[in-house]
């Protein structure tokens, strides 16, 4: 299967933590879920720069990837932006993250999607458009940083495949213009849908002291 997707990262007793991922869900690590933080430190330096690596990752299927479209690296990524280090800027509305998954999943997955992303910019916006009908997706949390920079967390459940990968967009939520979308980090936690009735718990990370990469 694939997936594409945009997220910010931080928190969570017993699991991988970083400064805007500040809603972790209870069954990070958990059999069949998957989790996968981008923050962007620097460009790949393998002849491909459109794409990013994770900088973590507990992915058990595969290697996760994110494909952003610009044409200027040099341009699109930035170095330092607002006082963040390490943030990327689509030029062609859009970018795409690839997750690995287990080759004959149950029939859906849910997604929490964390973005850091600056109000000079629009909002991100996850978009399944492999599942021909998708389930519930929408914003659960959003709320403002230092500096310009907001954080928003989208829910969605998406239709899984039979190939092995899941495969998401994310668009800005406006036209196509100079900076559409200006992203600092991307956290993405994926599960296969439980049964009915099973509880989501998410551990909550203060917001004293999260400020990341400052200086």
């Not at 970018?95 to 690995?100: A, G, K, S």
């Amino acid at each position: 299967m694939k997936t594409t997707l945009a997220l910010a990262v931080i928190v969570a007793v017993g699991s991988s933590v970083s400064a805007d991922d500040l809603r972790v869900p209870e069954w990070r690590g958990a059999p069949g879920s998957t989790f996968q933080e981008w923050r962007f430190d620097e460009l790949n330096d393998q002849g491909t720069p459109q794409v990013f690596w994770p900088e973590v990752a507990d992915n058990a299927y595969g290697d996760p990837y994110l494909w952003c479209s610009f044409e200027d690296p040099g341009f699109m990524w930035s170095d330092e932006l607002f006082n963040r280090q390490g943030t990327i800027s689509p030029d062609w509305e859009w970018l795409e993250i690839t997750l690995p998954h287990v080759a004959d999943p149950p029939p859906l997955q849910d997604a929490y999607i964390q973005f850091t992303w600056h109000t000079s910019s629009y909002r991100p916006i996850p978009y399944d458009y492999l599942s021909p009908d998708p389930g519930p997706f929408e914003i659960v949390e959003e709320f403002a940083l230092d500096d310009g920079w907001m954080y928003t967390r989208w829910f969605m459940t998406f239709d899984t495949t039979d190939d092995g990968w899941e495969e998401f967009q994310v668009w800005s939520e406006g036209s196509i213009v100079e900076w559409d979308m200006i992203i600092d980090q991307i956290v993405v936690d994926t599960r296969y849908v439980p049964a009915p009735g099973s509880p989501v718990v998410f551990a909550v990370a203060g917001l004293v002291g999260c400020r990341r990469r400052r200086r």
